[in-house]
């Protein structure tokens, strides 16, 4: 069965650090990816997606992403991390010619001032 | 947030009592979805509607009902409640732009749902 991992389940940060979120899938076929974040008690919001072309993606608020092919991964990536970043962030795939996108567990940051 | 409406926001039942959830968009969206998200499991697909009348299973859809008469509703429905389906449920849609779909998905508010 398709799935998505995210390792890391909680990271917690000072201000300025650089975040590495890690996501990888398992489906052989096309996908479409996509990084999902969740500000407390909120729903969640796109951060970026990748669909085909550069596999390096930047999204909102200096995130970024790089899809991986061989490694089946799309780790998300911001090289310096602000407190307002704390939010839970959610990696999810759309398997092509499906509506149906599947999301892994989520990684809660927390970013101490 | 592409005109959805979620309601109720807030509900607590009673186990084996039945609920409805509502989705309501305004913006004529054709692909419409039922999450549910728990600590742990991240997002899980309930059922999914990709037109009027024209719905589908996801993974955790034991338990649940849906459906869509018209294109701006989508409703979920828990026959009978049990203490498992405590959760925060979200809908969504996949707009679209220029008459194609972005691939996105755009989350309603949520409704937290307490069975007890």
């Known amino acids: 069965a398709q799935s998505v991992s995210q390792h890391n389940h909680h990271v917690i940060l000072s201000e300025a650090a650089s975040l590495e979120l890690g996501c990888n899938y398992s489906?052989?076929?096309?996908?479409?990816l996509f990084w999902y974040v969740q500000y407390p008690g909120q729903h969640l919001q796109l951060l970026l997606k990748?669909?085909?072309?550069?596999?390096l993606v930047k999204g909102i608020k200096g995130f970024e992403a790089e899809f991986i092919k061989s490694k089946f991964s799309f780790n998300l990536r911001k090289p310096s991390v602000q407190w307002s970043d704390t939010a839970e962030y959610f990696c999810?795939?759309?398997?092509?010619?499906?509506?149906?996108?599947?999301f892994g567990t989520g990684t809660r940051l927390k970013v101490l001032a | 947030d592409a005109g959805i409406t979620q309601s109720p926001r807030h509900k607590v039942t009673e186990t084996g009592t039945p609920v409805t959830l509502r989705c309501h968009q305004t913006e004529n969206h054709r692909y419409m979805y039922w999450y549910r998200q728990d600590p742990g499991h991240g997002l899980r697909l309930i059922h999914y509607s990709y037109g009027v009348k024209d719905t589908d299973k996801g993974e955790v859809s034991d338990g649940y009902s849906v459906s869509r008469s018209k294109t701006e509703d989508f409703l979920l429905t828990l026959e009978s409640a049990t203490s498992s389906q405590t959760s925060v449920y979200f809908c969504a849609i996949t707009p679209r732009r220029g008459g194609e779909s972005t691939g996105e998905l755009f989350f309603g508010e949520g409704s937290r749902l307490t069975v007890l």
């Open positions: 999810a795939v759309l398997l092509s010619g499906t509506y149906k996108y599947i």
């Open positions: 489906y052989g076929g096309t996908v479409n």
């Open positions: 990748y669909f085909s072309g550069d596999p």
